[in-house]
């Protein structure tokens, strides 16, 4: 049985530590991109772009040697983690993993974890979206942003009028 895993969450000022650790899963991936995706991409090389880590952990919690409720407790307290999106850190005993998110979760009560339960937590690395591209910042010419309203026409004796009053004589 591997050792045991702690999950850091920050926003709770607390951390979980799952004593029944029955398997830990680090998954990290490559997404190989295809021509279109590559010609709208910047996180690339080569055509291809690290898609996020993974850590699937396997789990068995249960009263005994702890205090009465507390795979209750670990079983609510995963399914609030889940639910409220908080950030957290995974460490295991290969690595720590931050900025992680429990994207799914599982729970089995059967005949074999009376006192307890076993399941599958998924923890999937958080990549915050790039911002969005900005177009024509240093542009030198002007951009047409819409319209202010229908167009006049003014004839040269007006203009002339609306001119000498802004102070600009021609």
Aim: proline letters at 4%; glycine letters at 8%.
């Amino acid at each position: 049985m591997p050792s045991s895993v702690s999950v850091r969450v920050p926003a709770y000022g607390y951390t979980y530590t799952f004593s029944g650790v029955l398997s830990v899963k680090h998954a990290f991936s490559l997404k190989i991109l295809t021509d279109a995706e590559s010609a709208a991409g910047t996180d690339y090389v080569n055509g291809a772009r690290n898609q996020p880590d993974r850590v699937t952990l396997r789990v068995a919690e249960s009263d005994v040697g702890n205090r009465a409720g507390w795979a209750d407790r670990m079983l609510q307290a995963m399914e609030s983690l889940k639910r409220a999106r908080a950030l957290c850190s995974v460490v295991t005993s290969a690595r720590t993993y931050t900025n992680m998110l429990l994207s799914e979760f599982t729970a089995e009560l059967d005949e074999t974890s009376q006192s307890g339960w076993q399941g599958t937590l998924v923890f999937t690395q958080y990549v915050p979206p790039a911002p969005a591209a900005r177009v024509n910042d240093n542009a030198s010419s002007a951009v047409h942003t819409g319209s202010a309203g229908p167009a006049r026409t003014v004839s040269g004796v007006s203009l002339a009028q609306l001119l000498q009053r802004a102070g600009i004589n021609l």
